[in-house]
């Protein structure tokens, strides 16, 4: 018997899900197995030609490190990527990878064409894990790496209230007038935010930045800087973990 089968188990509990019209993964902590209390649903977004399995192991490390009554959830992005030599990755909206490679890419001034898509159909998703799980808009925390982090923050825009937090992993300042519009009506939500200086992809003055527009937006946070690329290094692991034992 797995531990997806047993409720006693102290393992967390790990299945393929639909929500909202997309293919996930939720994990569920040992400490909201059923017939417990869950207090809080973390969603996850992957980045550019990943998938929905990227980012599911970080839940089990960070829940034996800071446990809790959570979900988690780790949607499959809905746009196919060719990664080349038969391979296909997921993605939130179109990228051309060579351009990725070659310069990194820059959204400061406009919204990405398909953000918006990804992010009604990430909207449907998060709604109704809400509402299965019976918790309110400030018990979801909406995060994700590189391109899953600009999903993330775009959604946090658009939700019915303020989420509890906001995780961004290896992200990047998108449309900055928007940002600098629309933020202030999330004034005092917590975020975490990390960035390799050495990033390629996404450069870390473009996460500087971003920090700048949310702080000056009145959001309460700070950018984590590491001596490494494009990544999730485990000091910002356990950063991170800190951040959701307090959040």
């Known amino acids: 018997m797995n531990s997806s089968q047993n409720p006693n188990s102290s393992q967390p509990q790990v299945r393929r899900r639909q929500a909202g019209g997309l293919q996930a993964i939720e994990v569920r902590s040992p400490l909201a197995v059923p017939n417990q209390q869950v207090d809080q649903l973390i969603v996850l977004f992957h980045g550019y030609g990943a998938d929905m399995t990227d980012l599911a192991s970080l839940s089990m490390e960070i829940e034996a490190e800071a446990p809790g009554r959570r979900v988690w959830l780790f949607p499959n992005g809905h746009h196919e990527v060719d990664l080349g030599g038969h391979f296909t990755g997921r993605a939130w909206f179109p990228l051309r990878l060579a351009e990725l490679e070659a310069q990194g890419v820059d959204f400061t001034q406009a919204t990405p064409p ?74 005092a939500l917590r975020f975490f935010q990390s960035h390799g200086l050495r990033d390629g992809i996404l450069n870390y003055e473009l996460a500087e930045g971003l920090e700048r527009v949310l702080r000056d937006s009145g959001l309460d946070g700070q950018l984590l800087a590491f001596r490494g690329a494009h990544e999730i290094p485990r000091d910002v692991l356990a950063a991170l973990a800190q951040f959701l034992k307090r959040t």
């Open 114 to 187: 398909g953000l918006e898509r990804a992010r009604d159909l990430a909207l449907k998703a998060v709604d109704q894990m809400r509402e299965e799980l019976g918790l309110q808009w400030s018990q979801v925390v909406l995060g994700g790496f590189s391109q899953g982090s600009m999903l993330a923050l775009e959604l946090a825009l658009v939700t019915p209230e303020p989420p509890r937090a906001l995780v961004i992993l290896s992200g990047s300042l998108v449309d900055e007038p928007r940002l600098r519009r629309e933020l202030p009506r999330r004034k």
